[in-house]
């Protein structure tokens, strides 16, 4: 056994966010016309002017956020996630501070607020995604990221760019987002640049933001809220990106609060073409791995420019659920273990119940150290099927500390199967 670790206390409340355990996170604007990528302006280049043709044809006739709400749910998501603006500088919400709105496209109206009302009614909890960065605004610096950093011209015309201005504009429009919009749950902050080389764009970032004041007003304004760790200040949460961390997260040599965003497909944006896709059996195992390492999962959907989730992604979030209908109890509340697990296993628990999701099926028989005599019932999660157990010592050492599980040659036709262990 090892002790579980103990994260860092947040200054939001994190009590739901550890219990949920699983979020959805939804990057949607007007890239999804071009559907390649959420970072299309700045990988092709495209200036202001060539991107606007996306802004004048964006017309999400289909957006229902209660049918994504309800897919989401299905799944066993429990709180989700939108981009509000992404680095490109679209809000879509009804800024007083900025023209460039879904209100001002053929949408014609707030997406934020109709998204905020449908998960709400649904049960989730309400997240926001703001980028600190944005390549729309006109006192937002040509730097190392910006669409048009090699156009020498432009970049000359536009030297005398004032950061502070633009500070300013991002402090107002989080103070929009906070205000007017009810209790949010999470304010997710994107993109820090301390964090990677950008070249030239190194060493931006915090005081660029004033993250301190902007960390102070978000704080006022919505005290239980939970701040992820991008803003270049110390954060609630921290968010590896799609990574499975080895262990649970820690920073500064302390376990943190922690969820890992992934994707369905490499792409946070909708992008046609990318055939990437994770199977479900890999996301679901994606999300125990989270949860036994004390973390979890934002996993992302990239609506289309008609306001859909995109048929892959839908029947992806499908077979999700249909694992989760049978296995949230050792998703939800759970946490890492003391325990270890054995090869090809994870370890979740919640409390007096344990439960050991099965990547690999073995032959018959799975040895849990350390767990003789301390189990009194196991059963299969899925239909609650008793699993026979003895106890046997280890490796021919003397004493019962082992625990032999007998399983089905037969593997139960479930994305993972789970053995729930009630300890004594
Ligand atoms: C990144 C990207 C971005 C995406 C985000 C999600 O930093 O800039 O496009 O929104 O991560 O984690």
Same mark, same amino acid.
């Given at each position: 056994?090892?002790?579980v670790?103990?994260?860092?206390?947040?200054?939001?409340?994190?009590?739901?966010f550890?219990? /949920?355990?699983?979020?959805?996170?939804i990057?949607?604007?007007i890239y999804a016309?071009?559907?390649?990528?959420?970072?299309?302006?700045?990988?092709?280049?495209?200036?202001d002017e060539?991107?606007?043709?996306y802004f004048s +044809?964006?017309?999400?006739?289909?957006?229902?956020?209660?049918?994504w709400?309800?897919i989401?749910?299905?799944a066993?998501?429990?709180?989700?996630?939108?981009t509000?603006? +992404?680095?490109?500088?679209?809000?879509l919400?009804?800024?007083?501070?900025?023209?460039?709105?879904a209100?001002?496209?053929?949408?014609?109206?707030?997406?934020?607020? %109709?998204?905020? %009302?449908?998960?709400?009614a %649904?049960?989730?909890r309400?997240?926001?995604y +703001?980028?600190l960065?944005?390549w729309?605004?006109?006192?937002?610096?040509v730097?190392?990221?910006?669409?048009?950093?090699?156009d020498?011209?432009f970049?000359?015309?536009?030297?005398?760019?004032d950061i502070?201005?633009?500070?300013?504009?991002?402090h107002?429009?989080?103070?929009e987002?906070l205000s007017?919009y009810?209790?949010? /749950?999470?304010?997710?902050?994107d993109?820090?640049?301390?964090?990677?080389d950008?070249?030239?764009?190194?060493?931006?970032g915090?005081? /660029?933001?004033?993250?301190?004041?902007?960390?102070?007003?978000?704080?006022?304004?919505?005290?239980?809220?939970?701040?992820?760790?991008r803003?270049?200040t110390d954060?609630?949460?921290?968010?590896p990106e799609?990574?499975?961390? @080895?262990?649970?997260?820690?920073?500064?040599?302390?376990?943190?609060?922690?969820?890992a965003? @992934?994707?369905?497909n490499?792409?946070?944006?909708?992008? #046609?073409?990318?055939?990437?896709?994770?199977?479900?059996?890999?996301?679901?195992?994606?999300?125990?791995?989270?949860?036994?390492?004390g973390?979890?999962?934002?996993?992302?959907?990239?609506p289309t420019? #008609?306001? %859909?989730?995109d048929?892959?992604?839908?029947?992806?979030?499908?077979?999700i659920?249909?694992?989760m209908?049978?296995?949230?109890?050792?998703?939800?509340?759970?946490?890492?273990?003391?325990?270890?697990?054995p090869?090809?296993c994870? !370890?979740?628990?919640?409390?007096?119940?344990?439960?050991?999701h099965?990547f690999?099926?073995?032959?018959?028989?799975?040895?849990?150290?350390?767990?003789g005599?301390?189990v009194?019932?196991?059963?299969l999660?899925? /239909?609650?099927?008793?699993?026979?157990?003895?106890?046997?010592?280890e490796?021919?050492?003397?004493g019962?500390?082992?625990?032999?599980?007998? !399983?089905p040659?037969q593997?139960p036709?479930v994305?993972v199967p789970?053995?729930?262990?009630?300890?004594?």
């Amino acid at each position: 056994m090892s002790a579980v670790p103990v994260p860092a206390s947040t200054t939001g409340d994190s009590s739901w966010f550890v219990q /949920d355990r699983f979020g959805l996170f939804i990057h949607w604007g007007i890239y999804a016309l071009p559907a390649r990528h959420e970072w299309v302006k700045n990988r092709e280049r495209i200036s202001d002017e060539q991107y606007q043709r996306y802004f004048s +044809h964006f017309d999400p006739d289909l957006y229902d956020p209660r049918a994504w709400a309800r897919i989401a749910k299905a799944a066993g998501m429990r709180y989700a996630v939108l981009t509000t603006k +992404h680095h490109d500088g679209f809000c879509l919400w009804d800024s007083a501070l900025t023209d460039y709105k879904a209100t001002n496209t053929l949408a014609g109206r707030d997406l934020v607020r %109709e998204y905020v %009302e449908a998960f709400r009614a %649904e049960g989730f909890r309400i997240g926001f995604y +703001h980028s600190l960065i944005d390549w729309h605004h006109p006192e937002f610096p040509v730097d190392g990221l910006h669409p048009q950093r090699d156009d020498v011209e432009f970049r000359a015309k536009n030297a005398h760019r004032d950061i502070t201005k633009y500070a300013t504009y991002l402090h107002g429009q989080v103070r929009e987002l906070l205000s007017n919009y009810g209790k949010v /749950d999470v304010l997710w902050l994107d993109f820090s640049y301390s964090q990677r080389d950008w070249g030239w764009s190194k060493g931006k970032g915090k005081d /660029d933001w004033q993250s301190e004041k902007l960390v102070a007003m978000i704080r006022e304004l919505q005290p239980h809220i939970l701040i992820n760790n991008r803003s270049e200040t110390d954060g609630d949460f921290y968010t590896p990106e799609q990574v499975q961390p @080895q262990g649970w997260v820690t920073h500064e040599g302390r376990p943190v609060v922690w969820e890992a965003c @992934q994707t369905l497909n490499g792409s946070w944006g909708y992008d #046609r073409d990318n055939l990437d896709w994770k199977s479900p059996d890999l996301l679901v195992r994606m999300l125990i791995d989270a949860v036994s390492k004390g973390g979890n999962m934002l996993l992302n959907v990239g609506p289309t420019a #008609r306001g %859909e989730f995109d048929a892959r992604a839908v029947t992806t979030l499908a077979a999700i659920g249909e694992w989760m209908r049978l296995h949230s109890r050792a998703i939800y509340g759970c946490t890492q273990s003391a325990y270890s697990a054995p090869q090809d296993c994870r !370890l979740t628990q919640r409390g007096m119940r344990l439960y050991l999701h099965v990547f690999s099926w073995p032959f018959r028989h799975l040895h849990l150290n350390g767990l003789g005599g301390k189990v009194s019932y196991a059963q299969l999660l899925n /239909d609650a099927s008793e699993i026979k157990m003895t106890e046997v010592s280890e490796n021919g050492t003397s004493g019962n500390s082992t625990l032999r599980l007998e !399983l089905p040659i037969q593997r139960p036709g479930v994305l993972v199967p789970v053995v729930e262990l009630f300890l004594k």
